[in-house]
């Protein structure tokens, strides 16, 4: 889908989400390869709960997903309210 970090961020905050971009934590600490590499990625979270959506995080890391996944959270969300993407 090749939208904007910026674009998808409008839309959200539109529907009561916010994007927030970070590195992968595994716990506490942030997350390197076996080349000493850090990931950046993507959780969305509810306004109106204060909970993130399950998926861009799981038990051991969070930021797990890309702006594909964020951009596909967000198409779902606004067919549910009958909106046009």
Do not use: P
Request: charged fraction near 25%; glycine fraction near 10%.
């Amino acid at each position: 889908m090749n939208y904007s970090e910026n674009a998808l961020r409008r839309r959200a905050y539109s529907i009561g989400y916010r994007v927030e971009k970070g590195f992968r934590h595994l716990g506490q600490f942030v997350y390197h390869d076996s080349c000493g590499d850090r990931f950046t990625g993507y959780m969305v979270k509810d306004l109106y709960t204060g909970f993130y959506e399950w998926g861009c995080y799981s038990e051991n890391f969070d930021h797990l997903w890309n702006l594909d996944d964020v951009a596909e959270f967000l198409k779902g969300e606004y067919e549910t309210r009958g909106l046009v993407w």
